[in-house]
Structure formats: structure tokens, C-alpha cells
């Protein structure tokens, strides 16, 4: 579904993402984990273009994604992206948020949309906050709106960067659960993450960063139970 080779960021000076090799198959649930500062971010934000890679290859089903010559929200289209802090429209009802991009980018008909948000506003658990205004829900609400929002577009992948972080304790497990459905739903899914014991159980794949590189990737099972790589362990032991 997503391939990525030898992809390379710089940020000025700062040299943020080295080399970057991974892929990710269809139905997948990839988690990508790492110590803040390791370059988690900016590889999403490259995987979705909202920031630009120095060079390497990004591939969509096969195919090569390039920005500079391509129409790039037809790219993004294929790509959506679940933000730590929801990034919800604040002016806009719950419905309205979630109809915006398929009607006003992708020109499905608003009957049609609004049918397919109710359908999604369901399958989150929230069919009754269609006509409220996002000040007027939890933040564990809110993302599961963002997420219904992301998943409106039917994008191939859905990223995620730390959708639990900004929540409070007792709100996260409703978020998680949310996306677990998503991955048993058979979604691709890229999710940046600390919640360990998330990513033990419903990854298919896990990728470690650190200092910008893939230092270890391997299944879950093999990865927390059996890590190779002496920084691994490190970091499990200050994580787990
Ligand atoms: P993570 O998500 O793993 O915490 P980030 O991808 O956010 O890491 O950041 C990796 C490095 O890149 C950090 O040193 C960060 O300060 C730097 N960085 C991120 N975005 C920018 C930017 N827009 N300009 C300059 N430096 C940045
Ligand atoms: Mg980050």
C-alpha cells in the first residue's frame, strides 16, 4: 500500500530524517514508535505532503507520489491524517465538519455525503452529536469526530500522530478502541504512538526511531518479547 525508500529531511542545519526505508501493506497496522525528537512527525508529515521531503521516494499502491508534478490533493486524498490536537473546525457542527472535504474537495453530493457521515458518526459511537459544535464535546469526542472526518475521504492509509496524547487518562481507551475497530474494519493504518500495550496488541508491524533512523522494525510479538538492537532495549526498559 505505502512504500518509503531512502527518504531524507533536512531542516536547515538539522538533519531529521536519515535514509528512512519502510513499507506498509494493505490492512496493516503499522506502529511507529520512538522518543520525542526522533523524527515520528516529520515522517508522517512527509508521508501526507504537508511538509516536503529532500529527496527519496514515496510509492502509493506502486506507484510514485510526487507532489512537484502531481495535483497533490488528489495525493492527499489517498492519505489522511489524524492529529494529536483533533483540528476540528470550531465553527462547524460535528455533520459539518465531517461533510466539508468530501463535498467542497472531492464533489460527492451532499445528500450522499451527509448519508455517509451519519453511517461514520455510528460506527464511532457518536450518532447522536451530528448537529453539535465540537466546544461542546470531550476531547475523546472530538477525536473520534476527527477520525470519522479522515475516514469521510476514504483515503487508502490513515495516519495518525499521537491521537491519545493530548487526552485525559480515562478518555484514551475510547479513542483506542475506536481505532481497533478501524484496523479489524481492515483500514491501513500508520500510528505514531506511546501507548505500548496498544501497539503490542492490534499492530501488525512495528518500526523504532531514534535520531532519525529506523533502528529496528519487526511484528510486535518478536519486537517487545525478543528486541535485537542494544537501543531497543533501552528504550523499552524506560517505556514498558
Ligand atoms: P517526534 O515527532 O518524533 O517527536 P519531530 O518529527 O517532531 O519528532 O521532530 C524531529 C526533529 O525535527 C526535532 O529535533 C524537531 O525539533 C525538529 N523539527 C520538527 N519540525 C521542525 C520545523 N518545522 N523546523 C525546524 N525543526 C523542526
Ligand atoms: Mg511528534
Known amino acids: ?21 519502510m513499507k506498509v501493506l494493505e490492512s496493516d497496522v503499522v506502529c511507529l514508535i520512538g522518543s520525542s525528537g526522533s ?25 510514485e507520489v510526487n507532489p512537484e508534478t502531481q495535483n497533490i490533493n488528489k495525493v492527499r486524498e489517498k492519505v489522511g491524517m489524524v492529529f494529536q490536537h483533533f483540528h476540528l473546525f470550531p465553527h462547524m457542527t460535528v455533520i459539518d465538519n465531517i461533510i466539508e472535504a468530501p463535498v467542497h474537495v472531492k464533489k460527492v453530493p451532499k445528500k450522499q455525503a451527509l448519508a455517509e457521515a451519519k453511517e461514520l458518526l455510528r460506527k464511532v459511537g457518536l450518532e447522536d452529536k451530528a448537529d453539535v459544535y465540537p466546544s461542546k464535546l470531550s476531547g475523546g469526542q472530538k477525536q473520534r469526530v476527527a477520525i470519522a472526518r479522515a475516514m469521510a475521504m476514504k483515503p487508502d492509509v490513515l495516519l495518525f500522530d499521537e491521537p491519545t496524547s493530548a487526552l485525559d487518562p480515562e478518555l484514551v481507551g475510547e479513542v483506542l478502541s475506536t481505532m481497533k475497530e478501524l484496523a479489524e474494519d481492515g483500514m491501513t493504518m500508520v500510528v505514531v504512538t506511546h501507548e505500548m500495550s496498544f501497539a503490542r496488541e492490534v ?34 526498559q524506560t517505556t514498558v
Open 203 to 236: 499492530s501488525d508491524w512495528i518500526v523504532f526511531m531514534q535520531e532519525g533512523r529506523v533502528i529496528e522494525s519487526g511484528p510486535p510479538e518478536e519486537f517487545f518479547t525478543n528486541p535485537k538492537e542494544t537501543r531497543t532495549k533501552e528504550f523499552l
Open 1 to 21: 500500500m505505502l512504500r518509503i525508500r531512502n527518504l531524507n529531511k533536512s531542516f536547515g542545519d538539522l538533519h531529521v530524517l536519515k535514509d528512512i526505508d
Open 39 to 63: 523524527g515520528k512527525s516529520t515522517l508522517l508529515r512527509c508521508l501526507n505532503f504537508l511538509e516536503k521531503r529532500d529527496s527519496g521516494q514515496i510509492l502509493i499502491e506502486g506507484e
